[in-house]
């Protein structure tokens, strides 16, 4: 279909829900791309106006809209969705709706089902519910979808909730014995005994907790009595609820369409035909479907019904397009961190002490490329130190690889240099669970690196390093972006020195020391780890050199926190000020272990000592 203009016209549907967001265009070529979460309940007007402005620049211009939201029940709430979007598409006709009937949409009627028949899809991913539909559309009911306070039964978040709280009923009551799936439950969350739970658990978001169905599935595989019970019980109570939904639709004994959607059913094939069994024990006539495809185009539907279309009544075509003009995120075959090393094509059939050589001759040449950045390294530390003295934090941003190393250098100025700790911060694509866990997309998602300096409040007296070996990362882009929106200081540190970037997104520094290809075709941990390990270290201990926490090469800010370090203050004390170490001991304990103010106490005052304060 072409428009007057000469324009092909383009349905665009959005699902918007608390794990994220998916946008899918449809008219010519089909454009999918992912977003952070929305969920209406948890976003303001002015943040989902942003939300949707961020859609609206990734995706074609559409002819209508079709929406399906997370936390959307009323009028007034779609009412909300619509305003939004009319400043995100000025002039495109929106069809706004909640998640649950764009998913109804998505999913073909089952044969045996009437048109006229009756529909209940049965959601069970981090949150639960199952809403069902008459299939006149006049009539809905929805059961469910409280919210894991009250509600969510058979849900990953009840599931994981369960987890937890039987392998502590099982370790008090059976001989304090640690079952399998808590020694499960302890590898997965990198504890290290079951009373870390506690301060765990107390801080462990939905999600979190949700994520920890993944170790009951893999315990119930193996025939883990605790883990048969939580989803015996979880399967019994989504059955209870869906046919529960069937009864208030009015379907009596006739069929019903029983359409299973969720991370938990979708993922899980041998819990949804669980599932799909107690249903039918229930519902004798029921019809069990899995959602085959995804829910998005049940919002596509809504866009093509908004512009008096319906699905299958046109194909579009759409003219090619120009070629993209390569930018900061695209093009990865270009960067050196992708490309093959030819002294190591052979590295699979390489003797052991042979490959052992190779890799510390490939280390050894990260020196030498870091030394030829070197006034740029320099350049970043002024600038680092220029904000932290105007009473501005280090950001430092990154997925994988790269953002562990962050986070682990930020976590390390505390204890070392007695900084606040919010004065140095580590910030990882997919937060506290991929630090040690991958976490699928999250590196892609240029939304969610603005959105997380966004809740930070980053401003002008700020700097951000962005930290991404091939230096195409949209998370890390994204957080730069605004931080230069936000008029912040910006560095990006990359190992890409042919990266093309456009002026209006340039950071203020960009340091791109070519340390070549991996040894490892693209695994970046190991060359590009090490050097941007190596810069972190140069960036912070020498900011805080020149911020007075460092005496000739003494760390007279230490934390004392512990016995070595305590120790080490003793030392420190005694090398300042020439006393013998009782006497460093004593001060240090009138002084709260405070090296600096122990010091001061002995009448010898460090250089520096009270210059900066954090």
Same mark, same amino acid.
């Given at each position: 279909?072409?428009?007057?203009?000469?324009?092909t016209?383009v349905?665009?549907?959005?699902e918007?829900?608390?794990t994220r967001?998916?946008?899918?265009?449809?008219?010519g070529e089909r454009v999918?791309?992912?977003f952070?979460?929305?969920?209406?309940?948890?976003?303001?007007d002015?943040?989902?106006?942003?939300?949707f402005?961020g859609?609206?620049?990734?995706?074609?211009?559409?002819?209508?809209?079709g929406?399906?939201?997370?936390g959307?029940?009323?009028e007034?709430?779609r009412?909300?969705i619509?305003r939004?979007a009319?400043?995100?598409?000025?002039?495109?006709?929106?069809?706004?709706?909640?998640?649950?009937?764009?998913?109804?949409?998505?999913?073909?009627?089952a044969?045996?089902i009437?048109?006229?028949?009756y529909?209940?899809?049965?959601?069970?991913?981090?949150?639960s519910?199952?809403?069902?539909?008459?299939?006149?559309?006049k009539?809905s009911?929805?059961?469910?979808g409280?919210?894991?306070?009250i509600?969510?039964?058979?849900s990953?978040?009840e599931i994981?909730?369960?987890?937890?709280k039987?392998?502590?009923?099982h370790f008090?009551?059976?001989?304090?014995?640690?079952?399998a799936?808590?020694?499960?439950?302890l590898r997965?969350?990198?504890?290290?005994?079951?009373?870390?739970?506690?301060?765990?658990?107390?801080g462990?978001g939905k999600?979190?907790?949700?994520?920890l169905a993944?170790?009951?599935?893999?315990?119930?595989?193996?025939?883990?009595?605790?883990a048969?019970?939580?989803?015996?019980?979880?399967?019994?109570?989504?059955?209870?609820?869906?046919?529960?939904c069937?009864?208030a639709l009015g379907a009596?004994?006739?069929?019903?369409q029983?359409?299973?959607a969720?991370?938990?059913l979708?993922?899980?094939?041998?819990?949804?035909?669980?599932?799909?069994?107690?249903?039918?024990?229930?519902?004798?006539?029921?019809?069990?479907?899995?959602?085959r495809?995804?829910s998005?185009w049940?919002?596509?539907e809504?866009?093509?019904r908004?512009?008096?279309?319906r699905?299958?009544a046109l194909?579009?075509q759409?003219p090619p397009?120009?070629?993209?003009r390569?930018?900061a995120e695209?093009?990865?075959?270009?960067?050196?961190?992708?490309?093959?090393n030819?002294?190591?094509?052979?590295?699979?059939?390489?003797?052991l002490?042979?490959a052992?050589?190779l890799?510390?001759?490939?280390?050894?040449k990260?020196p030498a490329?870091l030394?030829?950045?070197r006034k740029?390294?320099q350049?970043?530390?002024?600038?680092?130190v220029?904000?932290?003295?105007?009473g501005?934090?280090?950001?430092?941003?990154?997925?994988?690889?790269s953002?562990?190393?962050?986070?682990?250098?930020?976590?390390?100025c505390?204890?070392?240099f007695?900084?606040?700790?919010?004065?140095?911060q580590g910030?990882?694509?997919g937060?506290?669970t991929?630090?040690?866990?991958?976490?699928e997309?999250?590196?892609?998602?240029?939304?969610?690196?603005?959105r997380v300096?966004?809740?930070?409040?980053?401003?002008?007296?700020?700097i951000?390093?962005?930290?991404?070996?091939s230096?195409?990362?949209?998370f890390v882009w994204? @957080?730069l972006? &605004? $931080?230069?929106?936000? %008029?912040a200081?910006?560095?990006l540190?990359c190992?890409?020195? !042919? =990266?093309?970037i456009?002026?209006?997104?340039?950071?203020?520094l960009?340091?791109?020391?070519?340390?070549?290809p991996?040894?490892?075709t693209?695994?970046t941990?190991?060359?590009?780890?090490?050097a941007?390990?190596?810069?972190l270290n140069?960036f912070?201990?020498?900011?805080m050199?020149?911020?007075?926490?460092?005496?000739s090469?003494?760390?007279i800010?230490?934390?004392?926190?512990?016995?070595k370090?305590?120790?080490?203050?003793?030392?420190?004390?005694?090398?300042?000020?020439?006393?013998?170490? @009782?006497?460093? &001991? $004593?001060?240090?304990? %009138?002084?709260d272990w405070?090296?600096?103010?122990a010091?001061? !106490? =002995?009448g010898?005052?460090?250089?520096?000592?009270?210059?900066v304060?954090?």
């Amino acid at each position: 279909m072409t428009r007057r203009d000469g324009s092909t016209a383009v349905f665009l549907g959005i699902e918007a829900g608390g794990t994220r967001t998916v946008a899918q265009s449809d008219g010519g070529e089909r454009v999918r791309r992912e977003f952070g979460p929305a969920n209406l309940r948890l976003v303001d007007d002015r943040q989902l106006e942003r939300h949707f402005r961020g859609i609206a620049g990734a995706m074609p211009l559409p002819v209508s809209l079709g929406i399906g939201m997370a936390g959307a029940r009323t009028e007034q709430d779609r009412a909300r969705i619509r305003r939004a979007a009319a400043l995100a598409w000025p002039g495109v006709k929106c069809h706004a709706t909640h998640d649950l009937e764009t998913a109804l949409l998505a999913e073909p009627l089952a044969s045996p089902i009437p048109r006229s028949g009756y529909r209940v899809l049965v959601v069970s991913g981090t949150g639960s519910c199952c809403f069902g539909i008459h299939g006149n559309g006049k009539r809905s009911v929805k059961i469910g979808g409280w919210g894991h306070i009250i509600g969510d039964k058979g849900s990953g978040f009840e599931i994981g909730l369960r987890a937890l709280k039987a392998v502590v009923f099982h370790f008090d009551h059976d001989r304090k014995r640690w079952p399998a799936l808590g020694q499960r439950l302890l590898r997965t969350l990198a504890l290290n005994e079951p009373d870390d739970l506690i301060a765990w658990a107390q801080g462990a978001g939905k999600d979190e907790v949700a994520a920890l169905a993944m170790d009951v599935f893999a315990e119930w595989e193996k025939g883990d009595r605790i883990a048969v019970d939580i989803l015996e019980g979880a399967a019994a109570s989504l059955s209870i609820d869906a046919t529960a939904c069937a009864q208030a639709l009015g379907a009596g004994r006739q069929p019903v369409q029983f359409i299973l959607a969720g991370s938990v059913l979708l993922k899980q094939p041998r819990f949804a035909s669980k599932l799909t069994r107690e249903i039918k024990k229930l519902w004798p006539r029921a019809v069990v479907t899995p959602l085959r495809r995804e829910s998005v185009w049940g919002a596509v539907e809504l866009a093509r019904r908004k512009f008096g279309l319906r699905e299958g009544a046109l194909r579009l075509q759409r003219p090619p397009r120009p070629p993209a003009r390569v930018t900061a995120e695209a093009g990865l075959a270009l960067s050196p961190t992708e490309e093959r090393n030819p002294a190591s094509t052979h590295l699979d059939r390489l003797p052991l002490s042979q490959a052992i050589d190779l890799m510390l001759r490939e280390d050894s040449k990260i020196p030498a490329a870091l030394r030829a950045e070197r006034k740029r390294i320099q350049q970043a530390v002024e600038l680092i130190v220029k904000s932290l003295k105007n009473g501005g934090r280090l950001f430092y941003v990154g997925a994988g690889t790269s953002g562990r190393l962050g986070v682990l250098d930020a976590s390390e100025c505390p204890p070392t240099f007695r900084t606040d700790p919010e004065l140095v911060q580590g910030i990882i694509a997919g937060g506290q669970t991929a630090l040690w866990s991958a976490v699928e997309g999250a590196e892609d998602d240029r939304l969610a690196g603005a959105r997380v300096l966004n809740y930070r409040a980053v401003g002008r007296k700020d700097i951000v390093v962005g930290i991404a070996a091939s230096g195409r990362t949209p998370f890390v882009w994204g @957080a730069l972006g &605004e $931080a230069k929106r936000a %008029k912040a200081t910006t560095v990006l540190l990359c190992f890409n020195h !042919r =990266l093309k970037i456009p002026r209006a997104e340039r950071p203020t520094l960009v340091i791109a020391p070519r340390i070549g290809p991996e040894v490892l075709t693209g695994s970046t941990r190991l060359k590009a780890g090490t050097a941007t390990k190596l810069v972190l270290n140069m960036f912070t201990t020498l900011a805080m050199v020149r911020l007075g926490k460092v005496m000739s090469n003494l760390m007279i800010d230490v934390k004392a926190s512990n016995v070595k370090l305590r120790d080490r203050a003793m030392r420190i004390v005694c090398a300042v000020t020439g006393v013998k170490a @009782a006497e460093a &001991e $004593a001060t240090l304990e %009138k002084a709260d272990w405070n090296v600096k103010e122990a010091c001061g !106490r =002995l009448g010898a005052m460090p250089l520096g000592f009270g210059r900066v304060r954090f």
